[in-house]
């Protein structure tokens, strides 16, 4: 019977984790995506500067977030994720215009894969 509680309560551990990782997921992609919408919605307006605020902001919130991310999410996600930030903020930093678009849309679409994976499925099960 003492065998049997253990691995219930290890059951219960597990799955508790799993919920909390969901949640932080949602939570860290959801925080950055807020952060890249006032600087796209800035950049469309001409505020550079508050483009470029915004955008480092959201960088800095992927980046102190690592001890969490380093553990609960696949490293191949994490090097592409933070390449393309660097790469759209060079892009706003030197004026680029063309390929800013193409990297607020890249961000986005690795944020949501990366909640995406995150989220039980069937998928994700088999």
Same mark, same amino acid.
């Given at each position: 019977? =003492? =065998?049997?509680? /253990?691995?219930?309560?290890?059951?219960?551990?597990?799955?508790?984790? %799993?919920?909390?990782?969901? $949640?932080?997921?949602? *939570?860290?992609? /959801?925080?950055? =995506?807020? $952060?890249?919408?006032? %600087?796209? =919605?800035?950049?469309? %307006? /001409?505020?550079?500067?508050?483009? #470029?605020? !915004?955008?480092?902001?959201?960088?800095?919130?992927?980046? #102190?977030?690592? &001890?969490?991310? !380093?553990? +609960?999410?696949?490293?191949? *996600?994490?090097? &592409?994720?933070? *390449?393309?930030?660097?790469?759209?903020? !060079?892009?706003?930093?030197? /004026?680029?215009?063309?390929?800013? &678009?193409?990297?607020?849309?890249?961000?986005?679409?690795?944020?949501?894969?990366?909640?995406?994976?995150?989220?039980? %499925?069937?998928?994700?099960? +088999?």
């Amino acid at each position: 019977m =003492k =065998k049997e509680i /253990g691995a219930l309560l290890l059951l219960a551990v597990l799955a508790a984790v %799993s919920v909390w990782n969901i $949640h932080r997921a949602d *939570e860290l992609t /959801g925080d950055i =995506k807020e $952060h890249l919408a006032l %600087s796209e =919605k800035a950049l469309l %307006s /001409g505020d550079r500067d508050y483009a #470029s605020e !915004q955008l480092e902001a959201a960088l800095r919130i992927w980046l #102190s977030a690592r &001890s969490y991310t !380093q553990v +609960f999410l696949r490293h191949p *996600e994490l090097d &592409s994720t933070s *390449e393309v930030f660097y790469e759209t903020i !060079q892009d706003l930093r030197a /004026g680029e215009t063309r390929g800013l &678009s193409a990297g607020f849309e890249r961000l986005r679409y690795h944020l949501d894969c990366i909640a995406a994976m995150e989220h039980v %499925s069937l998928g994700s099960v +088999f």
